[in-house]
């Protein structure tokens, strides 16, 4: 099937000059923005602020600043939004500052923690360098280390390299060695095509063969279409086939609908098969025992999540029986195609508990615990957790008077 798509030339063409502001800042300005634009579609769009506030409301409310210098250009991002939405690797960077600088034909971000020490990002590099060509088109980006050496992402990528068709900015991505990478390990498209809507969002994005058409990937899937409301969220996605025909996703779902609250953070998603039928979230009830019992249950349940927030490795000891077993199913297979068990061990948790939060951001300041007892019986114990970031089911052993996290099972809050 060949491309016939919509879309303005002078729109995309815009937004390949990356510029990270939804409209003009004044010299030595700050603004304040409660959320970032969602992207899941590519690096190439603009990273932009979205839902403006005063600083006064900042002060009351998870947000970011934009800082810009005497020549209106973005220098700095700051973020104090501890980030209690699941994070996407298009779309944040999960630290604490970002720092952007300017050279010709270049933009060079860098990243920082909470003590303004340099750190990787959410995409696991030190720093992002994108070329701009003369005319402003963003044409490529370039993932290097702490010693400025390249270096590939999590997803396996080293550079992105992008060009004009029509009206469409075709990606490609490839590793250190200069062999082609799929969009990410787990979302199996090749080179790709991106389409803007007219109020410059990424709007769809189509897997391509080698001369351009659109083709479903292995799971049947040819595209994937993002809608936003006046405000800039992102309220809605879905997935279609090569026929533009809705099409079910490798997770069971056509379609979904994202919910926010009043200050715009995400709340979360209504799932729908291809009937438009909703697909139902079943949680067990609780089988309740002895209430004191149940209470020091759920406190050292909720005491493993303080300890990586609080970066107390002695609470996580405290917590944790050293013979953990700690397991989740990566999203994606392993370079060598296998899906196995990722294992988190009790050494690494400790080690955790030292580093993980130094961002800052990572839990909001006042965290978000569903826990639920599912049963207890004498000196062993069933907990379900939902956090701000993870949905986990963990065992609990009573020895010598203390409960402890033996068996752990997890995954992301999506």
Do not use: C
């Amino acid at each position: 099937m060949t491309m016939i798509l919509k879309g303005s030339w002078l729109i995309w063409l815009l937004l390949g000059m990356i510029v990270f502001s939804p409209h003009q800042a004044n010299a030595n300005e700050e603004k304040y923005y409660a959320s970032l634009r969602y992207n899941h579609v590519s690096l190439h769009a603009e990273t932009k602020g979205i839902l403006p506030i005063s600083p006064q409301q900042a002060a009351k409310q998870p947000h970011y600043v934009f800082k810009y210098n005497e020549a209106e250009k973005l220098v700095e991002i700051i973020n104090n939004t501890y980030q209690n939405a699941k994070l996407h690797p298009l779309t944040h960077f999960a630290v604490k500052r970002v720092k952007i600088d300017y050279s010709t034909g270049k933009k060079t971000l860098t990243f920082y923690d909470i003590n303004n020490k340099r750190m990787p990002n959410i995409r696991g590099v030190f720093k992002e360098v994108y070329r701009i060509d003369d005319t402003g088109f963003v044409e490529q980006l370039n993932f290097y280390d702490a010693d400025d050496k390249a270096m590939e992402s999590r997803w396996n990528i080293a550079e992105y390299r992008w060009r004009k068709h029509n009206n469409l900015v075709i990606e490609q991505r490839f590793n250190t060695a200069g062999v082609k990478q799929p969009l990410s390990p787990y979302f199996p498209f090749n080179d790709t095509a991106i389409e803007y809507d007219d109020a410059g969002n990424p709007y769809r994005h189509f897997n391509l063969d080698k001369a351009l058409n659109i083709v479903n990937n292995k799971d049947g899937i040819a595209y994937y279409e993002d809608t936003y409301n006046e405000q800039g969220l992102h309220i809605k996605y879905a997935y279609y086939d090569q026929n533009y025909q809705l099409t079910l996703n490798a997770w069971g779902f056509a379609y979904a609908i994202k919910h926010y609250d009043s200050q715009g953070q995400y709340t979360g998603r209504t799932k729908y098969d291809l009937q438009s039928e909703k697909i139902p979230n079943l949680f067990p009830k609780a089988v309740l025992n002895d209430k004191k019992e149940i209470e020091a249950i759920k406190q050292v349940s909720i005491d493993y999540l303080n300890a990586l927030k609080q970066l107390d490795p002695k609470l996580m000891k405290s917590v944790m029986h050293p013979d953990l077993s700690k397991h989740t199913v990566p999203p994606f297979p392993a370079p060598n195609g296998e899906v196995s068990l990722r294992e988190t061990t009790y050494q690494r948790m400790i080690e955790h508990a030292t580093y993980w939060n130094r961002s800052g951001i990572r839990f909001p300041p006042i965290m978000t615990n569903q826990v639920t007892v599912l049963d207890q019986h004498n000196n062993i114990a069933t907990v379900k957790m939902v956090s701000d970031n993870w949905i986990e089911y963990l065992h609990l052993v009573k020895l010598k008077g203390k409960w402890q996290i033996k068996n752990l099972l997890w995954d992301y809050n999506r």
